[in-house]
């Protein structure tokens, strides 16, 4: 039996633009693992349109950090050769890491090209409030600083099938490009009637140009990093049929186990199910579901039910390809999907993810290490850290719930012979300070056992029939264990 996994995203979107990332996260790993971590989600290694680019705008996906391009040598987060000592520290240590993969759009062209584009309504991508017409539009990528090392492939009009800026009339809009077998995809969600367009120049996977390069870019990637997974970035707006040839092939070409996790912003589980389906569940998906769940209970306080916290989650209905987390870089204040959990919730949020038996938890960089930028946040490392380690150490075994109160809810974990000392008894309430007697096993009789978050001095001593009574204080969590290793 294999110990409890947990991620860590190592960055947040105001992360400084010093260079000097990829050393933060070598200087980091030893701690990390120590702590209980044992995989890194990083954010996008390849070179973006400026030197301040968190990496989402993409302009080439071969340039790492070696080229002078875009004003800049290095990305926003380090060189080439600080990449490639951060990943190999993590691997010293047995730390995976998971490399930030965008696919869906590039940025930063070295040139415009004219072609014929047709208007479409920004509510609804299949309407067209246009008749044809020419743009002058930023398509085309030549990467002077690279040249063809790598790849020769270079990006022209054809292989888009949308933008939004025409260079010619200084105007933005949804413009979706003309020409043979161009639309828009079809096998993308139907938000905004399809949603294959976000931003930049959208590139078009029915393009078998296309659909080559990115395959081979896909196995170039984890051959030159060594690197043990992927994150993609905004599937819900890329072929899923793509998506499952790229994760086949990929996996294919790679020895060994390759770990995928996509971001597939929906909040309804049924749509996230079929995607899955679709993808034939050679991933994994974040649970926005859940995350949202937390969000709404970090809100309502008291007047939210705990009981039904997992309801329409993906850790519910799909707990094999379930990734759960609290907040990351979108939903953090300011972002394009601000839905930031308050702190008060925070601890209780994390204990749902990291100390039940199903999902692969993520913990976010903004809360453990804290947020930059003009409206800075601090970390909460010292709440989240014996929650790690209760994780790693003693969150194991048979779970019963007792999710029977609307304010006051636990579980217990049984504990596994495997790991001395395992079990662990987890209390959360959003209202008044209360208790939950629960049973841990008459194996347990007579432990006395501590709140690992340190809300409480008391021990509390497992009677004879294997229950205890664990407190907690209004609006928090406590987590009981019994205190061997």
């Not at 992360?15 to 890194?40: F, P, T």
């Not at 680019?53 to 996906?61: A, M």
């Not at 998506?243 to 971001?263: A, C, L, P, Q, T």
Request: charged share 30%; glycine share 10%; hydrophobic share 35%.
């Amino acid at each position: 039996m294999e110990r409890n996994h947990t991620m860590l995203q190592f960055f947040e979107w105001h992360v400084a633009s010093d260079g000097d990332h990829w050393n933060r996260l070598r200087d980091a790993a030893a701690d990390l693992k120590a702590n209980g971590i044992d995989g890194v989600w990083i954010p996008p290694v390849t070179k973006g349109q400026s030197v301040d680019d968190p990496g989402y705008s993409v302009y080439d996906l071969y340039d790492l950090g070696e080229f002078d391009q875009k004003g800049t040598t290095r990305t926003k987060y380090g060189t080439k050769d600080e990449l490639h000592e951060a990943i190999a520290a993590c691997h010293e240590h047995g730390i995976c890491v998971y490399v930030d993969v965008v696919m869906n759009h590039k940025a930063g062209a070295d040139e415009t090209e004219t072609f014929q584009v047709i208007e479409v309504d920004a509510e609804d991508r299949l309407k067209e409030i246009s008749e044809p017409f020419d743009i002058e539009g930023w398509t085309k990528f030549t990467f002077p600083g690279r040249g063809d090392k790598y790849s020769d492939f270079k990006w022209n009009f054809n292989h888009f099938n949308g933008t939004d800026w025409d260079e010619k009339e200084g105007k933005t809009g949804f413009f979706r490009i003309l020409g043979d077998n161009k639309s828009w995809n079809d096998n993308v969600d139907d938000e905004f009637g399809n949603y294959d367009y976000l931003m930049f120049a959208n590139i078009d996977y029915q393009h078998p140009e296309v659909r080559e390069e990115m395959i081979s870019w896909g196995k170039w990637l984890p051959d030159t990093l060594s690197c043990d997974g992927f994150r993609l970035d905004a599937i819900k707006h890329i072929s899923h049929e793509f998506i499952d040839e790229f994760i086949r092939e990929v996996k294919n070409h790679v020895d060994g186990n390759f770990y995928m996790v996509g971001e597939y912003w929906n909040d309804d589980v049924e749509a996230c199910g079929s995607f899955l389906e679709e993808t034939n569940y050679q991933l994994d998906l974040f649970d926005v579901m859940l995350h949202y769940n937390l969000h709404e209970a970090s809100l309502k306080g008291s007047d939210f039910d705990l009981s039904t916290i997992f309801h329409g989650t993906l850790v519910e209905k799909y707990p094999l390809n379930s990734v759960t987390f609290v907040d990351n870089h979108d939903s953090q204040p300011g972002e394009s999907l601000e839905s930031w959990i308050d702190d008060w919730f925070k601890p209780s949020a994390y204990s749902l993810i990291l100390l039940r038996k199903d999902g692969y938890p993520c913990i976010f960089y903004g809360d453990y290490f804290g947020i930059g930028g003009e409206n800075s946040l601090d970390g909460k490392k010292e709440a989240l850290d014996p929650l790690v380690y209760v994780r790693a150490h003693k969150a194991y075994g048979q779970q019963d719930d007792y999710f029977d109160h609307p304010n006051t809810i636990g579980w217990v974990r049984r504990g596994s012979e495997e790991f001395p000392h395992s079990g662990c008894a987890v209390v959360i309430t959003n209202g008044e300070a209360g208790n939950k007697k629960m049973f841990v096993g008459e194996n347990r009789t007579g432990e006395e056992w501590v709140d690992y978050t340190q809300s409480h001095e008391d021990r509390v001593k497992i009677d004879e029939d294997g229950y205890g009574d664990f407190p907690v204080q209004a609006g928090s969590v406590s987590v009981w264990a019994f205190p061997g290793f």
